[in-house]
């Protein structure tokens, strides 16, 4: 079937069909890329990396060539400074308006009147957005969204935003680590383990949930050639009695009286391998024993590997991406203990990442979006806190409304974008969030802004190679802000229609006469919007085609 | 109709069809804005104003030609100056006469259907495309600032909760409709941008994305194939248009040009229907610095060939909506950036210049020639150029008033000061049939000055009709000088007193405005 039919099919068939492939398709692997480290490769790596690509970021990866350029987006981290603040006023705790929550005490179980957590949880939202749109040049930020899909928890469901905190943070610390090492961390995190139930899992009657997740979605998956069992769900939840949340620690402890202590099987999927019962806090370890079991078999790395694959390149896996991609990055993952950057490097060098085929196809999340629009146009938020926060909030809102709840997943599998056959990434664009982008980037560029924030056309313009030469600023601002080639016929209309106002064509030297006339007495209100308003009508024009949803 | 405060909201300066993908944002919006839309309903007409830009700054003087004077005229341009012989005559009017290409909007005079209006400009004019542009889109001071279109303050009046809950049920149909890839600033109202633009009355496709280029046959080319097509089914107004579009299925024939192109979009949707009440087409190359026209023949060349597109576009455009029978709902009208100069380059063309006639068009439309030749001095120089006569503002302000029924107060709110209002729609159109006066016959012996060449100071002596009386001074490019008088007067002739010390020598132009009423006197100061 015509993969343009299925968008018509009822939602009954739509679950069982799946993607063919295309006419086009690439048998690139995991060979080093040796080939041009041009503007095109280089936004194609930053845009992919990070939210969004400045002409900054651009010059500065550009200056180190393909090779160190990876190097740094995958070994640079940064610890966060800030944490969420006191931004609603009244709070039981005693936490003054300004301060952070974090350490406070535990919030008291929400009553009609008060719910404190409710108050808190839109501010660890905004903070996190400013985390994102503060990020260095790294895939650090990038990778945390990735886990906090992977290994997602709704903030609602926890219910204590000092958890949810604690949680963000330990992904973070961990986003370019080791995945056993995190997968044991989100075992043991106390968000987590009330999320899925994991702190109510004890010996007399064994709650699946965390157990089952733990393999259906975090580790082994449900790819083609895993077959796990039900009993495998059984016995990993038995092996997880026991821990509690202390929420005045914040921290998880083993209740060893709440343990199952009997031998845990595991069925052939898992060779058939054994969990010693232990007794008394040795129980603890059971999970180390449950963890080896699991990452003994490479569908783990199979699992994570396809899942970066369709987050950073494409969301299509076809018998040679299988074969020449996922296979040989599983094997790298293995070797190197789970470590995640070795297979980031690899991806990030392959030939396969810097086909033409794999650029330009992935369909911005609205994370991506939105902070890459706000990172790539320089939008400047407010200092004062409270207005910060407004103005964060206001983009995790207006995110939110796009389909993307940072923090708030629909469901502890993430964003269906992520993983739904076989569309994935179009599930993003409908006919409600697509006007709702539009809308978004239309009043960010008006002059009147929204919620305090604008994009400033001239700051952006004047970072451009040549902004007095129309030709030249139109060409440059397509190399930053779309991925796809643009006809020269396009070229010539946005240059004439939009920054020439539909005079002759020839006369380029009227948008240099005023851009130089601008820049010459930037002051001057009538030189300055004569300038403005036509780079408003570009940048608008640009950010409403469909092209700009492409990175 | 509902006035609204609404300059207190910052204007968002959007110009592309910002809210074809608005109105869907809920979060934006009041919850009530549906029902206050609902009850601000707008002005019950079912007018419809057409305008088309001349962009570049069209060759005013060469288009209306002015006769009773036309030895000054050929003195000042002998290179590409119209043969006398050429020009085509107007009925009824010695004065004036049209250039050979305008041979459509001749016939339309002659019928009853055209208003000229004669040196439109605005004091102290500027020469820059963009600037001048932005300022007639606009309607600026030529120091002003706004970043919203005098048209888009208009729709903003009439429909104040734009674009929250747009279309609704009542409101089917876009308010403005630019034919083009993007949307005039013109039409840039409080809350967004009013107008959508659309490149074709049927393939709703470009109307989203005007010029696109086919997807390549790789993962990104479906990625963007799958983004389009959402595109194109997001676009609310799609179905009134096209169901706009799909009731007309025969039009008379157009000139093959792009301008006619435009026009015969616009004839149809408004046969097919649709409510939207502005719409806007556009001309280009109208810049002629060189070569505007042919050697050898002056009624032939680059600038003669714009204006038979212009004419034959208009001709076929009413002649279509009269068999569609709507011609009735029509009015037009053309304006430019700019006119060009008195007196023409060695090039055979012509440079930026300031003041230019617009030319207006419709069943209602009142015949006639509103003001004077433009004054043309015995021995142009190169800074010479025609001084105003009426404000293009005022011409807004007639149309709003007289075709759109908007009263003086919601007036002074959308143009943001009084302007002058002249007789160029009947009566009949907005139901307010009033005594017409003859406005050029009363605007003559209004003002004149002594002494005249003065040195020093001089006095002019001016009668008013009563009500509102001004004067303005101009030099020679346009510039205010001065405006010595400004104020209501009762009946009466009356002086004043005009200082001219500080100034060089040279002409000077005072121009009486009192009601529909003005005369332009020129002055010459000598040492």
């Known amino acids: 079937m015509d993969r343009r039919q299925f968008l018509t099919l009822s939602p009954e068939s739509r679950q069982t069909v799946k993607a063919t492939t295309t006419g086009a398709r690439t048998d690139s692997g995991t060979n080093a890329y040796t080939g041009a480290f041009d503007t095109a490769q280089v936004v194609h790596l930053l845009k992919r990396t990070m939210f969004g690509a400045t002409p900054a970021d651009i010059a500065w990866a550009k200056g180190l060539g393909m090779d160190a350029a990876v190097e740094a987006l995958i070994t640079t981290t940064s610890t966060i400074a800030t944490s969420p603040l006191n931004t609603y006023g009244d709070d039981v705790t005693g936490i003054a308006p300004g301060a952070t929550w974090v350490n406070s005490t535990p ?118 050639d895993s077959h796990y069992t039900e009993d495998d769900v059984r016995a990993a939840a038995r092996v997880l009695t026991g821990f509690r949340v202390d929420p005045v620690t914040m921290t998880s402890y083993f209740e060893t009286t709440q343990h199952d202590i009997t031998n845990k099987e595991f069925s052939d999927f898992y060779l058939n391998k054994k969990v010693s019962g232990k007794t008394g806090p040795d129980g603890a370890t059971e999970l180390d024993d449950l963890l080896a079991i699991i990452f003994s078999s490479n569908e783990v790395a199979k699992h994570i590997v396809r899942k970066i694959y369709r987050f950073f390149v494409y969301y299509l896996i076809d018998d040679a991406v299988e074969a020449n991609v996922i296979t040989p990055l599983a094997a790298i993952f293995v070797a190197n203990n789970y470590d995640i950057t070795p297979v980031l490097r690899a991806l990030f060098k392959s030939e396969h990442f810097y086909d033409p085929l794999n650029m330009a196809c992935l369909i911005k999340s609205p994370v991506d979006f939105t902070i890459g629009m706000c990172r790539e146009f320089g939008v400047q938020f407010p200092s004062a806190y409270m207005d910060a926060y407004t103005a964060w909030d206001t983009m995790r809102d207006t995110m939110k409304n796009m389909l993307q709840d940072i923090g708030q997943p629909p469901l502890v599998a993430g964003w269906d974008a992520y993983y739904q056959e076989p569309q994935y990434h179009e599930l993003w664009i409908n006919t409600d969030t697509l006007p709702k982008r539009n809308m978004l980037s239309d009043m960010l560029i008006s002059n009147g802004g929204f919620a305090n924030l604008k994009i400033d056309v001239l700051t952006f313009a004047d970072k451009l190679s040549d902004p007095s030469n129309p030709v030249t600023l139109v060409n440059d601002s397509l190399d930053l802000m779309y991925r796809i080639e643009v006809s020269d016929a396009t070229r010539a209309f946005l240059k004439n229609t939009l920054l020439l106002s539909g005079q002759n064509p020839d006369s380029d030297y009227y948008w240099t006469d005023a851009w130089n006339t601008y820049k010459a007495n930037p002051g001057d209100a009538a030189s300055r919007q004569i300038v403005e308003s036509r780079l408003q009508s570009l940048y608008k024009y640009l950010m409403d085609l469909s092209e700009y949803q492409l990175a | 109709m509902k006035r609204r405060d609404f300059l207190k909201y910052t204007a968002p300066a959007t110009v592309l069809p910002t809210f074809i993908n608005g109105f869907a944002v809920k979060a934006f919006g009041s919850s009530s804005s549906l029902l206050a839309a609902l009850e601000a309903s707008a002005t019950d007409n079912d007018h419809v104003l057409v305008m088309i830009q001349l962009a570049g700054g069209n060759d005013g003087l060469n288009m209306v030609v002015p006769l009773d004077i036309y030895g000054k005229y050929q003195a000042a341009r002998p290179n590409i100056a119209i043969a006398e012989g050429k020009v085509l005559p107007l009925v009824n009017n010695i004065k004036t006469g049209l250039h050979p290409a305008l041979k459509g909007i001749q016939e339309l005079y002659d019928d009853g259907k055209v208003c000229i209006v004669q040196s439109v400009g605005y004091p102290s004019p500027d020469y820059s495309h963009f600037r001048a542009t932005d300022i007639w889109l606009t309607g600026s001071d030529q120091n002003q600032v706004l970043t919203t279109g005098w048209a888009g303050r208009y729709l903003s009046t009439e429909y104040p909760d734009f674009p929250d809950n747009y279309p609704n049920d009542k409101d089917t149909d876009p308010l403005a409709i630019q034919i083009g890839s993007i949307v005039s600033p013109a039409f840039n109202g409080t809350n967004a941008n009013m107008g959508i633009a659309i490149t074709s009355a049927t393939d709703f496709y470009n109307l989203i994305d005007g010029v ?19 595109a194109r089914q997001t676009n609310k107004f799609a179905d009134s248009i096209k169901a706009a579009a799909s009731k007309v299925t025969s039009q008379s024939p157009y000139p093959d040009n792009g301008l006619a192109e435009q026009l015969k979009i616009v004839a149809r949707l408004i046969a097919g229907g649709l409510k939207t009440r502005l719409y806007m087409v556009s001309l280009g190359y109208f810049d002629t610095h060189a070569s505007q026209t042919q050697g050898g023949d002056n009624t032939t060349g680059y600038h003669a060939e714009l204006l038979g597109r212009l004419s034959t576009s208009i001709k076929a455009f009413m002649d279509d909506l009269t068999n569609l029978k709507v011609s009735r709902r029509v009015a037009g009208m053309t304006f430019s950036e700019f006119g060009r100069r008195t007196k023409s380059n060695g090039s055979m063309g012509t440079d930026h210049g300031a003041a230019a006639p617009m030319i207006l068009f419709g069943d209602y439309v009142l015949q006639g020639v509103l003001g004077a030749s433009p004054t043309i001095p015995d021995a142009t120089s190169v800074n010479d150029n025609m001084p105003m006569q009426y404000d293009f503002r005022s011409v807004y302000a007639s149309l709003l008033e007289q075709w759109f029924c908007v009263d003086n107060t919601t007036l002074q709110t959308i143009l943001l000061k009084d302007y002058q209002r002249l007789p160029i729609i009947s009566g009949i159109a907005c139901g307010t049939i009033t005594a017409i006066d003859d406005v050029n016959n009363g605007s003559t012996h209004l003002i004149t000055n002594y002494p005249n060449p003065f040195v020093d100071t001089t006095t002019l002596k001016y009668k008013s009709k009563g009500g509102h009386t001004m004067i303005q001074i101009f030099d020679t490019m346009g510039r205010l000088i001065g405006v010595p008088v ?29 009601g529909p009423y003005q005369q332009v006197r020129t002055m010459l100061k000598v040492k």
């Open chain 2, 212 to 230: 696109q280029d086919p997807v390549p046959n790789t993962h990104a080319g479906l990625e963007l194939e799958y983004i389009r097509t959402i």
């Open chain 1, 107 to 224: 919030p008291p179980v929400a009553t009609d009147d008060l719910d404190l957590d409710k108050m808190r949880r839109p501010t660890y939202q905004a903070w996190w957005v400013s985390i994102m749109l503060s990020q260095g040049r790294s895939i650090q930020e990038k990778m945390m969204l990735f886990w906090a899909n992977h290994f997602s928890i709704e903030t609602d469901k926890v219910l204590d935003a000092r958890l949810v905190y604690r949680y963000n943070n330990m992904l973070r610390a961990n986003a370019l680590g080791n995945f056993k090492t995190l997968v044991k961390e989100v075992t043991l995190a106390p968000a987590m383990l009330i999320y899925l139930n994991g702190n109510l899992n004890g010996k007399e009657a064994a709650d699946e949930n965390y157990g089952r997740e733990l393999q259906e979605l975090f580790t082994v998956g449900k790819g083609p």
């Open chain 2, 486 to 514: 400004n104020k209501v007067l009762a009946v009466g002739e009356y002086t004043t007193s005009f200082d001219a010390r500080q100034l060089a020598t040279g002409t000077y132009y005072a121009r009486l405005q009192n």
